[in-house]
Structures are given as C-alpha cells and as structure tokens.
C-alpha cells in the first residue's frame, strides 16, 4: 500500500478517535507511518484529507443500509412497508456507525474556518441524497433523475438527520422505523382527505 492509502486509513482513524477538530497533522502521520509531506503531495492540505477520510467514512455507513448479512429487501418499492423496512435497516447501523455519526455533527457546526471542508460536504450531501433515493426505491443511482434527488432525496435526507439525532441523544426515546411508519400512514390519510 502507498502512502497516499496509508494516509487515508490513519486519517480515519484519526477522525473517529479525536474528531475533525483535534486532529493535527501529526497525528495524522503518527497513524499512518507516513510523513508530513505526504499530506501536500497527495492530498495538499489536512483539512482536504481529513474531509477524504470523512466523505469515505460517510460512504460506508450508505453502503451498511439495506438488509443485513444474508437478508434480502422484501417489500416492493413506493409501499409503506418497504419504507419501514428501509428505516428499520438504517437505525439497525446506529451502534456501529455511532461515531461516524457524532463527526457528521461536529462537522455541522464548525465556523467558516473549514469553508472549503464545507463546500466539500455539501456537494458530498447531493449524492447521498441520489444514493437514499435508491434504496428507497429500489433503483440503481444511475437512474435517478435530478427531480427525485431534489424532492424525495431531501425527504430522506431531513428524515434520516433527524433520526440521528435522536439516537446519538438518547437512543431509548428515538423513533423507531414503526414510528415513523405510522406517522407517515397517518399524514397520508389526513392528506386524502383534502
């Protein structure tokens, strides 16, 4: 493995030990038995191979939701009972992704200091969107047009950060995927009504 790999890997871990913030670049070469050139040569600032580390963390939690090990989706697409489902496998990645998650949220709340960490993030934001509107509807990402990423992909997305929340807070009281199931039957109904 190279360095730019190595570097990668010992930002990862980095992240989930200190966080965006308390991590130095020190500590970034300590973990990967790399050196501090190897930062500006491969990825030219810490802060860009720390947002890397972060959107590659970020990734695998997506690629966690869906159906566990040896589990296939079972529901059609657009019913209700894939949407539970659907949510009922993301909050099933809650523990192990737990601090991924509280990174996600340090992230949310720096200053303009990391500008650039957030430009990053936010085009980040746009293909996590397209990648839960897939799961959502069974469909490749490919086939995702830009209205469905901008309408049903925010929903998701909004639903899903709230859900978070919750479960880093105080996962005895969070919502659970029949919860939001039921609140959602239950917002269709009234909307057929009028």
């Known amino acids: 493995m190279g360095h730019r790999e190595d570097l990668l890997k010992g930002a990862k871990r980095c992240l989930l030990e200190k966080g965006f913030a308390r991590t130095t670049?020190?500590?970034i070469v300590k973990e990967s038995g790399t050196n501090l050139a190897s930062i500006g040569y491969h990825y030219g600032s810490k802060d860009a191979l720390l947002t890397q580390a972060y959107v590659s963390l970020i990734e695998s939690v997506g690629e966690s939701f869906g159906p566990g090990l040896g589990e296939e989706v079972t529901q059609p697409p657009g019913s209700l009972e894939r949407f539970q489902?659907?949510?009922?496998s993301v909050i099933r990645t809650v523990p192990e992704a737990r601090?991924?998650?509280?990174?996600?949220?340090e992230l949310m709340f720096q200053d303009e200091r990391v500008a650039q960490v957030?430009?990053?993030?936010?085009?980040?934001q746009e293909e996590g969107r397209t990648g839960l509107v897939a799961l959502f509807n069974g469909v490749p990402e490919t086939e995702v047009d830009q209205e469905t990423t901008d309408s049903e992909g925010r929903l998701y997305q909004t639903l899903l950060n709230g859900l978070m929340v919750q479960w880093l807070f105080d996962p005895a009281s969070a919502t659970t995927a029949e919860q939001l199931t039921e609140g959602l039957r239950r917002v269709m109904r009234q909307a057929a009504r009028h």
């Not at 489902?85 to 009922?88: G, I, K, V």
């Open 118 to 124: 957030r430009k990053l993030l936010a085009e980040a």
């Open 85 to 88: 489902e659907m949510w009922a």
């Open 99 to 105: 601090a991924i998650w509280l990174l996600s949220f």
């Open 25 to 27: 670049a020190r500590d």
